[in-house]
């Protein structure tokens, strides 16, 4: 869950919205673990029993609470244990019982509390937030919450014990990243391939001939295919995805230089090559093959004029920073291409967010380095982003007069209004648009 649950379990005591997110209203925060009591009720996923031990792995919306919905089937005592999986973790665990719908909107606005003396007991009941055994008579009809809410600097997930009598549930929750590996999951570990290190395979390189290998041998048809740079006619470094006309399948394609490509087909059958790279407009062509031997297929891209835009959509930033995912890796190494292949292109690079709420620190974070410890407006954030890969660019070979960083904030927002919280991850985006070509 977001940042307002752990305000809510604080006090509500600041008027301040938590920076980059919608208000509560336009926010669903119903997002947990369902499991169902008896736990003998856990019986299939589709062919196969649901085992009782389980990994979960916590979403970009429980970095603060994880959320578990327990649906009673018949009355029977449950005993639950929290555990940290990491010795410096801490949490705190409260429990709820609510039947309908609109839980999470109750318990933001504190019109429904945990539930303790009407059927919650602790073992140690000196302390009501400790992380010991805790028991309860589940009652049939009934849905249960159970939230385990950070309340530490270091959190790498938790172990979840429930045992209602008969059998026993261990489930794992994994928090990741845990502040030890948030740099090892940086894309600064990620090592991105320049230009000169491209590799290129010859034919006579490949590999003896497997089920998905080309066979290149006469009286064997192959389809060749060549993507080039429609503006100066260089090879591009893409692989193309290659399709059986009628069935739709797709073809086993084998690297045989920077920008070429080889396939196995069939004589007589028709085939599509599609084409969508990073910074150039998508194509699609259609190739039938008419003899025994190779047939060639070129494929050439245009690149994007001054003026058009792209969304780089799979570029990632850890919440309320400016250091990028591992995950923007492949994203940002298709940009790095683009620019390669055309060098006289310059970019404007705009960084873009949900709103213009004030970020504040986050303390999980202290001490991995200034872009992950910023604080300050959105709009000065995003330009941070901006610059983050721009500087990523020019570390590999990019010169910095092609490259134009801006940050806009919230001012141009895709959706205006955004009515839940995946309307508003899509105003946070990284846009570029070509500036000369």
């Known amino acids: 869950m977001k940042v307002f649950l752990r305000l809510l379990f604080f006090g509500l005591c600041f008027n301040t919205a938590p920076a980059q997110l919608p208000t509560y209203q336009n926010y669903d925060c119903n997002f947990y673990k369902e499991l169902l009591i008896p736990l003998r009720h856990i019986e299939k996923t589709g062919e196969t029993r649901q085992a009782l031990n389980q990994s979960v792995f916590y979403g970009y919306r429980d970095q603060f609470t994880y959320w578990y ?22 949490y705190s665990v409260f429990v709820y019982q609510y039947n309908t719908s609109d839980f999470c909107k109750k318990v933001y606005d504190q019109k429904v509390k945990p539930v303790r003396n009407e059927f919650f007991s602790l073992v140690n009941k000196e302390d009501p937030y400790d992380l010991s055994q805790k028991k309860f008579n589940a009652l ?14 270091n959190n790498c997930g938790h172990r979840l014990i429930l045992f209602d009598g008969k059998d026993t549930l261990r489930l794992k929750a994994v928090h990741v990243p845990c502040k030890r590996d948030l740099a090892a999951l940086s894309v600064k570990s990620v090592s991105i391939k320049t230009k000169r290190d491209t590799l290129s395979i010859k034919k006579t390189d490949l590999p003896a001939a497997k089920k998905d290998s080309v066979i290149l041998t006469s009286g064997i048809p192959v389809l060749a295919c060549y993507i080039k740079n429609k503006k100066n006619n260089s090879a591009v470094d893409y692989k193309p995805l290659v399709t059986e006309a009628t069935s739709n399948d797709e073809l086993a394609i084998t690297p045989l230089a920077k920008g070429e490509w080889a396939a196995n087909i069939v004589k007589g059958n028709s085939y599509k090559i599609k084409c969508s790279l990073l910074g150039y407009k ?13 047939t060639k297929a070129i494929v050439m891209l245009e690149p994007l004029k001054a003026g058009d835009v792209f969304v780089m959509k799979s570029i990632y930033f850890y919440p309320n920073t400016y250091a ?78 092609r490259l134009v960083p801006k ?8 959706i205006a209004d955004p009515q839940n919280n995946e309307e508003g991850q899509m105003n946070i985006r990284v846009e570029v648009v070509i500036l000369k070509a």
């Open 69 to 90: 919905r327990i649906l009673v089937k018949e009355n029977t005592p449950v005993t639950f244990k929290v555990d940290p999986l990491n010795d410096s973790d801490s």
């Open 140 to 153: 049939a009809g009934n849905t249960y919450y159970i939230s385990v809410l950070n309340t530490s600097v």
């Open 282 to 294: 998508s194509v699609t062509i259609n190739i039938t093959s008419q003899n025994n031997d190779t």
């Open 324 to 401: 990028l995912k591992r995950e923007s890796a492949d994203e940002l190494q298709k940009l790095l291409g683009f620019l390669q292949n055309n060098e006289e292109v310059v970019i404007e690079i705009q960084g873009h967010t949900n709103g213009d709420n004030r970020v504040a620190k986050n303390k999980s974070y202290a001490g991995l380095g200034e872009e992950w410890n910023f604080q300050g407006s959105a709009k000065e954030l995003s330009l941070k982003r901006a610059e983050a890969i721009k500087k990523f660019l020019e570390t590999h070979g990019i010169t910095s007069v």
């Open 407 to 414: 940050g806009y904030g919230g001012k141009k927002p895709v």
